[in-house]
Each structure stands twice: as structure tokens, then as C-alpha cells.
């Protein structure tokens, strides 16, 4: 199985700065890798697949990079209502696995 | 527009059954490949199978912890997605998503309790 390893577990950060979380995958998945927001009672939402593809309506200030077994989601400029919990999952191989998550909270 | 509707979870004791269906519209339901994810109370999301489009095969593959307990189908006449769980534990008490296996789109999750 690919391991997915996401960092940090938890930020907390300011309203306009700038953020990014690392996932590394135990294998190399190409740009199979996708990044999800899930707020509190619902569903995840895609944000970026594959690794570098902003999902349609999804904010500009979200952004996805990287291949092989370094990624990253940078939010450019923090706004409150990206307070959530952030999932990467990789789509090359089954069984599909995710990161642990990363929780942010606004300061 | 894409919709994924579960239904079915509830409160089962250790040992019993369940079935989650999940009513799919929006999309064309007979080509697309499907999965289960799951997520326990405060953790984080899991991965539990996904089946086929029948023009693909229609087969199945599940996660570790659940394979030999949990039979993912479909019906692609009523455009409908079911996971049956048999012997089921306290640690499969979560929320189980029906989603497109490509993870682009998403129900709103049933909430499964196995509790005696």
C-alpha cells in the first residue's frame, strides 16, 4: 500500500497569510494526488486533482504542486473561511489512502 | 447536477448487518466507477472499496479491514450504489461516503454505529 504522509497536523495561522502543507507519498504516484477541504458535519470537497489542477470554482488562492512523492497545498492569502481540515489522497493505486490531515485554524 | 444520496446507516450491534444504499443522479451512473470512503468519529478519512462500471468488468476491491465482511454492488437500473456489512464491529462505527472513485464527487455520508 502507499503510505501518505502530511504535515503539519495542525497550524495556526493569521488571516492573509500564506500556508502550505507537504504530502509525501512512501511510493511514487506521478501527479495522481488529490487535496481536500472537509469542514465540520460535511463532506470532503476536491480542491486540486491532479496535483496541480484547481478544481472549477474553487479560489484562486488555493494551488497544488508537485509529482512523483513531494506535493504541496499552498493557500496564498489565509481567509477565515478556510478554517478546515485538509486531506491529500492518492489516486494512482489501490487501495486509494489518504494523509492523516491537517487542521487549520485561523489565529 | 452531480447528486449522491446515502442511506440506510443506524445503530446495529456487534455482529449484525447493515446495508447502505447510495441514490445516484446527475451523472451517467452506468459508466462510472464507484467507492465507499469512511471516516470514525474525529479521525480522519478511510478507504473502503470500489467497484467497477459493468462495462469495465463490475468487479470489486476492498480495504484490508474490511474484506470478507463488506460486499460493495450496483443496480445501473435504478442508478443506485450498495454496501452491505456483515460482521460488523465497533470499529466500524463512522460515516460512510458513497463517491466517484475518482474522489470528485461526494454524498453527504451516513452515520453507521456499531454498539451493543
Known amino acids: 500500500d502507499i503510505h501518505l504522509t502530511q504535515s503539519p497536523s495542525f497550524l495556526s495561522a493569521s488571516v492573509g497569510d500564506r500556508v502550505t502543507i507537504t ?11 488529490g487535496w ?6 460535511k463532506a470532503p470537497k476536491v480542491l486540486v486533482y491532479p496535483a496541480s489542477t484547481l478544481q472549477s ?3 484562486s488562492r488555493f494551488s497544488g504542486s508537485g509529482s512523483g512523492t513531494e506535493f504541496t497545498l499552498t493557500i496564498s492569502s489565509l481567509q477565515p473561511e478556510d478554517s478546515a481540515t485538509y486531506y491529500c489522497q492518492q489516486l494512482h493505486s489501490y487501495p486509494r489512502t489518504f494523509g492523516q490531515g491537517t487542521k487549520v485554524e485561523i489565529k | ?7 440506510g446507516g443506524g445503530l446495529v450491534k456487534p455482529g449484525g448487518s447493515l ?3 447510495c441514490a445516484a443522479s446527475g451523472f451517467t451512473f452506468n459508466n462510472a466507477w464507484m467507492s465507499w470512503v469512511r471516516q470514525a468519529p474525529g479521525k480522519g478519512l ?3 472499496g470500489r ?7 463490475g468487479t470489486a476491491d476492498y480495504a ?6 463488506f460486499t460493495i454492488s450496483r443496480d445501473d437500473s435504478k442508478n443506485t450504489l450498495d454496501l452491505q456489512m456483515n460482521s460488523l464491529k465497533a470499529e466500524d462505527t463512522a460515516v460512510y461516503y458513497c463517491l466517484t472513485d475518482m474522489s470528485d464527487y461526494w454524498g453527504q455520508g451516513t452515520l453507521v454505529t456499531v454498539s451493543s
Open chain 2, 19 to 21: 446495508r447502505l444504499s
Open chain 1, 57 to 59: 470554482g474553487v479560489p
Open chain 2, 64 to 69: 484490508a479491514p474490511v474484506k470478507g465482511r
Open chain 2, 1 to 7: 447536477e452531480v447528486q449522491l444520496v446515502e442511506s
Open chain 2, 46 to 48: 478511510e478507504w473502503v
Open chain 1, 23 to 33: 504530502c509525501r507519498a512512501s511510493l511514487g504516484i506521478s501527479s495522481y494526488l
Open chain 2, 51 to 57: 467497484i467497477k462500471s459493468k462495462i469495465d468488468g
Open chain 1, 36 to 41: 481536500y477541504q472537509q469542514k465540520p458535519g
